[in-house]
């Protein structure tokens, strides 16, 4: 089946400071979504993006979809990012293609 | 986002007991999911449905059943619940079918804890 690679898989920042998570992906996709697990485990959508560059408010994304890859951007973090990023996708073939495959997650931390 | 909740939030139980988790959906989604969250091996589909009395196995679906007798109620069975089914169990749905077209992005329910002991 698709294998999905995120890194970094932590990551630790100060207040204030930008981060570039990234996410790749071995076979061509039909869906490519980013969430956010927050600290009480509620699974948040970021982005549906499987193609093209979207922003929303200090998060934007980006999927090079001919490339397999997907970047989340994090500009000024706040202590309210922290917790589990998480890339899924749907391949666009193949017997799997039914769900969405999770890769294992970058656990971001942001300290005041 | 699509109004999804699930009930109950939390539930412990003992091993051989039947359990119900339900699934309640306000978007009118035709597609729903069953996943179940694990340490180690992340988000894992259980069983899914394409409509109403249309389900079909996932990739973890031994030891569970559905039911879908309405779109907006997606209903999780754990026949004799065991200490390995322990888990977090999210509810999603998606507009569109999961592969293929526009507007399949999923979105998910607040999860419900279940332990066995």
């Known amino acids: 089946g698709i294998q999905v690679e995120q890194s970094p898989p932590d990551l630790i920042l100060q207040e204030g400071a930008n981060s570039t998570l990234r996410c790749n992906f071995s076979?061509?996709?039909?869906?490519l979504q980013w969430f956010h697990q927050n600290p009480w485990g509620q699974l948040i959508n970021l982005f549906y993006?499987?193609?093209g560059t979207k922003q929303n408010g200090r998060l934007s994304a980006t999927t090079v979809a001919t490339e397999r890859y997907s970047l989340l951007y994090i500009s000024s973090s706040q202590t309210t990012d922290s917790g589990v990023y998480f890339c899924?996708?749907?391949?666009?073939?193949?017997?799997?293609?039914?769900?969405?495959?999770f890769g294992k997650g970058t656990l971001l931390t942001v300290n005041p | 986002d699509a109004g999804i909740t699930q009930s109950p939030r939390h539930k412990v139980t003992e091993t051989g007991t039947p359990v119900t988790l339900r699934c309640h959906q306000t978007?009118?989604?035709?597609?729903m999911y069953w996943y179940r969250q694990d340490p180690g091996h992340g988000l894992r589909l259980i069983h899914y449905?394409?409509?109403?009395?249309?389900?079909d196995k996932g990739e973890v679906s031994d030891g569970y059943s559905v039911s879908r007798s309405k779109t907006e109620d997606f209903l999780l069975t754990l026949e004799s619940a065991t200490s390995s089914q322990t888990s977090v169990y999210f509810c999603?749905?998606?507009?569109?079918?999961?592969?293929?077209?526009?507007?399949?992005?999923?979105?998910f329910g607040p999860g419900t804890r279940l332990t066995v002991l």
């Open positions: 899924a996708v749907i391949p666009r073939s193949g017997g799997s293609n039914y769900k969405l495959t």
């Open positions: 449905s394409y409509g109403v009395k249309d389900t």
């Open positions: 993006i499987p193609s």
């Open positions: 978007e009118n989604h035709r597609y």
């Open positions: 999603a749905t998606s507009l569109n079918p999961p592969s293929g077209g526009a507007y399949n992005e999923q979105f």
């Open positions: 076979d061509s996709v039909n869906n």
